[in-house]
């Protein structure tokens, strides 16, 4: 009877060490993922913030560009960028929760400052495309599609395939580049009263 007892209480305890040893397993296997996806993002965002100090302040668009409307109407960048103005800019090889987050961002911030202004220029939508993205989402701004998909800056800016904001003004200058980050509004928030500061 007492062995019966032992070997049911080692059985037992075989058992609970069996468990936790599951535990401990799936813990360090979330843990090592939840480390990968960390390491992802700081990587991603490095890429960002890196492009955003190299860029700033030192780009400037060549006056003969020229940018269509969702109508397929063409104006030059100096038309449309007669005094300085906030720029969303969007790919479509840039994922739909991270553009539509974006619009969301200003779009919100527009609600509470009418007298905010932006537009959005788009590389690789089709005009069909952006009437229906300006319609669905009730976008209130312009929408322009680049006409020279060459360009250095964009090109260049594509590496990180997330929708970015940046100013231009009347001299073509590119400045004020912004990643918004999806599980944040207070940085945008932030960037958009800084820029209200500015004289549009």
């Known amino acids: 009877m007492k062995y019966h007892k032992k070997h049911i209480v080692f059985r037992g305890f075989l058992l609970m060490m069996f468990v936790l040893g599951l535990m401990l397993f799936f813990l360090i296997r979330n843990k090592k993922e939840q480390s990968a996806q960390c390491s992802t993002e700081i990587e991603g965002l490095r890429s960002r913030v890196l492009l955003q100090s190299r860029y700033s302040g030192l780009i400037k668009i060549p006056e003969n560009n020229k940018l269509k409307t969702i109508e397929g109407d063409l104006h030059y960048f100096t038309t449309v960028f007669s005094k300085l103005n906030l720029v969303l800019y969007i790919n479509s090889n840039q994922c739909d929760s991270c553009i539509n987050d974006a619009i969301d961002k200003v779009e919100n911030y527009l609600k509470k400052h009418p007298e905010f202004k932006y537009v959005i220029i788009s ?55 912004f990643f918004p980050i999806k599980s944040s509004s207070i940085l945008e928030v932030r960037y958009f009263e800084q820029l209200s500061r500015l004289k549009y």
């Open 123 to 177: 590389k690789d939508f089709n005009l069909r495309e952006l009437k229906l993205m300006q319609t669905n989402r009730n976008i209130s701004t312009e929408i322009y599609s680049l006409t020279n998909t060459e360009l250095s800056f964009f090109n260049k800016m594509d590496e990180v395939q997330y929708p970015y904001y940046f100013t231009v003004n009347s001299n073509l200058e590119v400045s004020n580049i």
